[in-house]
């Protein structure tokens, strides 16, 4: 059984939780899964755009996961990048990109100066009453808004049951903190027309970078460390069991929203 988590604290604020990823910045960085380029495509083909030589904003950009592979694609790509740490971890794996501190709520960046604004993981930190009108600011006419995540294909028994021990662990509505984009609330006004596109792939992967990918979560971070060791002793367990050979196939569905600025 799931050691339970300690008496309950007050709920880590919003804030906390944002600013927990600085420190965790080589963590992230080395265990997080990338994206499919699937979901690439999906983008092309929803802004009838290529992306090589797209004037492209990657905005809380992080270590530079999803930058990277914009500029794989040809994008003339910048990164915006709030967190001291994460910013400096992006620096050290991306030298050639530039990336700038700021966040989505004050953009740093000229107005119209972008084909594509993307946020990969991030749009969440964001206020939607400040974030959609600075998006809209900088991007040029005919430019496009991508949100995208990576959501835990829930459907599958073992993330199921893995994502059960880890809500009673935290004490929280894993499936609903997990759930896809739609359930972010990514405009709760509903001022913005998306496209929306769910891609599914997977990842293989040791079961201690799977470990060390669920830890680099933002309610592990700000969780007791002794406590959040204890229950990975015992996910590790569960986990050899399902999968002896110790490589764990993990499953997501990249769930994309996508906006013009018509």
Wanted: charged content about 20%.
């Amino acid at each position: 059984m799931t050691t339970p988590s300690a008496s309950a604290p007050p709920p880590p604020s919003h804030t906390s939780r944002a600013h927990s990823f600085n420190a965790a910045a080589a963590q992230y960085a080395a265990n997080r899964p990338s994206y499919p380029p699937a979901l690439f495509d999906a983008i092309e083909a929803l802004t009838a755009r290529p992306l090589t030589g797209s004037r492209v904003a990657d905005i809380g950009a992080g270590t530079g996961i999803a930058t990277a592979l914009l500029r794989d694609r040809g994008a003339d790509v910048i990164a915006v990048e709030p967190g001291e740490g994460m910013a400096a971890q992006f620096r050290r794996a991306l030298p050639g990109i530039p990336v700038i501190r700021g966040n989505g709520n004050a953009l740093p960046l000229t107005d119209g100066c972008a084909d594509l604004l993307t946020y990969a993981q991030s749009w969440h930190w964001t206020d939607p009453a400040e974030s959609i009108p600075e998006a809209f600011r900088v991007l040029r006419p005919g430019g496009a808004l991508a949100l995208w995540w990576n959501t835990d294909a829930l459907d599958v028994p073992w993330i199921a049951e893995e994502a059960d021990r880890i809500g009673r662990f935290l004490g929280i509505d894993i499936a609903a903190e997990k759930a896809g984009a739609g359930a972010r609330a990514p405009d709760p006004d509903g001022r913005l027309d998306f496209a929306v596109r769910r891609l599914r792939w997977s990842r293989r992967v040791p079961v201690d970078i799977h470990l060390a990918n669920v830890g680099s979560h933002s309610l592990f971070l700000v969780h007791d460390e002794e406590a959040a060791a204890a229950f990975f002793t015992e996910e590790r367990a569960h986990l050899l069991r399902a999968f002896p050979d110790g490589i764990v196939e993990e499953i997501y569905d990249v769930d994309l929203l996508l906006a013009t600025n018509s």
